[in-house]
């Protein structure tokens, strides 16, 4: 039969599963129906069958999904070269438990792989864990390698390199830093522009502005050419 060693009118087994809830109900807050149906083993938690979603941002991964009943959530990752030992961890950031989880990953590697899963915690040490998913970090947005060659009596060419989560460069010239005229760049990640037309014996200054994918402006520093 059942026991009651603390002899509280309980049996031992209820005793240890309320004392379960009570160490989770503490720190997050679950409904009263959540705590009945752990109570009569009505419980499981499961992570929806989409499974988990992400959202990259340069080098930030947010991590969405959801669960069949109200749970902490949790996310485990490291980078993909490394082993699933390295493995850290982010919790949600929230005092109630949900069935809605975000969690977002900051200040990860630029360029880089990434494998994760997300584990929502319950009642009575209930757990979903969501199978294993990688996604890769964008580039930190770069203009490099401006290179001046070729110059002649009325003519230059201007070449430079992007990384990918630039969208769009314009080389900008003109005989003072003001600039004043326009060349778009290639929609590759290498630009070269030969610039015809230029007066001799005159001095040239140039700069590549470009614009990366979330619409933020960026610009090389000037360099200068004489013709």
Known sequence: GSTDSDQNGEGDQLTDIMAQIEEMIDTYSFTEQEIKDALSGLYSIAITSSGPSVKI??????????????????????????????????????????????????????????????????????????????????????????????????????SWSTTSSISSSVLEYGEDTKYGNQEKGSSGSISTINLKNLKTNTTYHLRVKGIDKDGQTLYSNDYSFST
């Open 57 to 158: 941002t340069d080098t930030t991964a947010e991590i969405t999904w959801t669960t069949n009943r109200p749970s902490v959530g949790k996310v485990y990752y490291w980078q993909d070269q490394d082993n699933e030992d390295t493995k850290t961890s982010q919790m949600e950031i929230t005092t109630e438990a949900l069935t809605d989880h975000t969690i977002t990953l900051k200040n990860l590697n630029a360029n880089t792989k990434y494998n994760f899963y997300a584990v929502s915690d319950g009642l009575l040490n209930s757990q979903a864990i969501s199978s294993t998913q990688s996604f890769t970090t964008e580039d930190i947005p770069q203009i490099s390698g401006i290179a001046i060659d070729n110059v002649t009596l009325n003519s230059a060419d201007i």
